[in-house]
T-cell receptor, first 113, second 111 residues
Framework: DAMVIQNPRYQVTQFGKPVTLSCSQT?????MYWYQQKSSQAPKLLFHYYDKDFNNEADTPDNFQSRRPNTSFCFLDIRSPGLGDAAMYLC????????????FGPGTRLTVT | DAKTTQPNSMESNEEEPVHLPCNHS???????IHWYRQLPSQGPEYVIHGLTSNVNNRMASLAIAEDRKSSTLILHRATLRDAAVYYCILRDGGAGNMLTFGGGTRLMVKP
C-alpha cells in the first residue's frame, strides 16, 4: 500500500537545466514537506505546505520552488540545478500538529552532470 | 530550537536489547521528543514520541528522564532489520509541524 509516492526514484539532469520532482500521497494529509538530504548528512527541511499555505525555510535557496495544485500532489522545481544540488530529495506528509508523525516517501536521488 | 546530542554510532548483537541515548539539556516545557529512523536507501520512518511519561509501542519504548534533559530509545530485541540511523528530534508543541534532524546515531547490528 503505497502512501507517499515519489517519481522518479532516480533523476539525472544537466547543470543549469530545470528539473521537476513529484510527490503524491494517498493519506489525505493536509501538510506536505520537501527535504533535501546530501550524502552522509541528515535530512534538511526546504519548505512545507499547510493546505495551500506555503512556508519556506529561511535558508532555502531561491533556486528551489514548489507547487501544490491539490491535496494529493506536490512538486519540487529546481530552476537551475548546480552540482551542489545533487542529493536525495524526500517528500513527507502529515496531519497538522506536533502529535502526528510524518510519513516519508522513498526519495528521488538527483544527479547533476 | 533546542538541540539534541546523540552518539555517532553504536553496535549491538542480534536478539539483544539496545539502548540509544539522547541528550537535550535545553529542552523547553512544550517540546515533544520524537524518534525517527532511516534504513539504508529509504526515507525516514516514525518510531515513537513522548512528552513526559515513558511510552511503549510495537516498535520500541521511550524512557524519558524525570528532568526531561535526556531520553533513551529502547529496542527490546535488535534484529538485522533494525540497522539504521536513529534520529532524536525535539518538536515544539507551539510551532506545529517541523522536524529538525540532528546528526543521529548509526546503529549496527551484528548477527
Amino acid at each position: 500500500d503505497a502512501m507517499v509516492i515519489q517519481n522518479p526514484r532516480y533523476q539525472v539532469t544537466q547543470f543549469g537545466k530545470p528539473v521537476t520532482l513529484s510527490c503524491s500521497q494517498t493519506l489525505n494529509h493536509n501538510v506536505m514537506y520537501w527535504y533535501q538530504q546530501k550524502s552522509s548528512q541528515a535530512p534538511k527541511l526546504l519548505f512545507h505546505y499547510y493546505d495551500k499555505d506555503f512556508n519556506n525555510e529561511a535558508d532555502t535557496p531561491d533556486n528551489f520552488q514548489s507547487r501544490r495544485p491539490n491535496t494529493s500532489f506536490c512538486f519540487l522545481d529546481i530552476r537551475s540545478p548546480g552540482l551542489g544540488d545533487a542529493a536525495m530529495y524526500l517528500c513527507a506528509t502529515s496531519r497538522a500538529g506536533v502529535f502526528y508523525e510524518q510519513y516519508f516517501g522513498p526519495g528521488t536521488r538527483l544527479t547533476v552532470t | 530550537d533546542a538541540k539534541t546530542t546523540q552518539p555517532n554510532s553504536m553496535e549491538s548483537n542480534e536478539e539483544e536489547p539496545v539502548h540509544l541515548p539522547c541528550n537535550h539539556s535545553t529542552i523547553s516545557g512544550t517540546d515533544y521528543i520524537h524518534w525517527y529512523r532511516q534504513l539504508p536507501s529509504q526515507g525516514p520512518e516514525y518510531v515513537i514520541h513522548g512528552l513526559t511519561s515513558n511510552v511503549n509501542n510495537r516498535m520500541a519504548s521511550l524512557a524519558i528522564a524525570e528532568d526531561r534533559k535526556s531520553s533513551t530509545l529502547i529496542l527490546h530485541r535488535a534484529t538485522l532489520r533494525d540497522a539504521a540511523v536513529y534520529y532524536c528530534i525535539l518538536r515544539d508543541g507551539g510551532a506545529g509541524n517541523m522536524l529538525t534532524f540532528g546528526g543521529g546515531t548509526r546503529l549496527m547490528v551484528k548477527p
